[in-house]
């Protein structure tokens, strides 16, 4: 098979100035509780997981979810295989000490892999039953189980997939509310905001 059998396509030069395509943003308005859940949803077929491997230093994960905007990084092994998930809660929050106080070292020794919530401590929702809910199922959801976020999980031809994730500040972000690290006050002002 040759390419001399395929035809160019016609080049062209810019008219003017051009600006480059954005996904759609999710008009903040038009969430409410009784929105699909899809909406809220950060969707990995459409955009990229942030991944980090589990022997990265906490402080490089932390940067690297500052750099992103975000405040968690999914866990991967050489595989693309999820292994767990770390939270800048994690990073932040007590783990990094009491991991020192176990085992002793210094702050740069300890690796998302000392903090990190494995994949087998983890909870998912199923896909099939996202796209059927709303924001308030999922908010439910969230605020039960006194979680920041649920991963999104599908199952492709008997493979598990993490489809997405679905996360309380997302939420927040949509509906125009401050999102705080404590999970309870950021529902409180969710539910005030939706009053």
């Known amino acids: 098979m040759s390419i001399e059998q ?18 759609p943003k999710n008009n903040i308005s038009d969430v ?5 859940a899809i909406e809220v949803m950060t969707d990995f077929h459409h955009t990229p997981a942030i991944t ?4 990265t230093n906490i402080d490089d994960a932390n940067a690297k979810m500052i ?8 866990v991967t092994n050489s595989k693309a ?5 770390v939270t800048a809660s ?3 929050g007590e783990k990094p000490m009491r991991v020192l106080q176990q085992r002793g ?3 740069q020794d300890v690796t998302v892999y000392d903090v990190m919530t494995a994949s087998d ?6 896909y099939n039953d996202l796209a059927k809910a709303k924001v308030g199922h999922i908010l439910q959801t969230l605020r039960q189980s006194g979680r920041q976020h649920t991963l999104v999980l599908e199952e492709q031809q008997g493979n598990e997939i993490v489809r997405g994730i679905v996360s309380a500040a997302q939420i927040a972000r949509q509906l125009g509310v401050a999102h705080h690290t404590d999970v309870a006050r950021t529902f409180v002002e969710i539910e005030n905001a939706l009053k």
Do not use: C, M, P, W
């Open 6 to 23: 395929f035809s160019a396509l016609t080049e062209i030069n810019l008219k003017g100035i051009a600006v480059y395509a954005q996904a």
């Open 32 to 36: 409410n509780l009784h929105s699909s």
């Open 52 to 55: 980090i491997d589990s022997d």
């Open 67 to 74: 750099s992103f905007s975000i405040r968690s990084l999914l």
């Open 81 to 85: 295989q999820v292994v767990g998930i």
């Open 90 to 92: 994690d990073i932040l």
């Open 105 to 107: 070292g210094r702050h």
């Open 121 to 126: 401590q983890l909870f998912f929702v199923h």
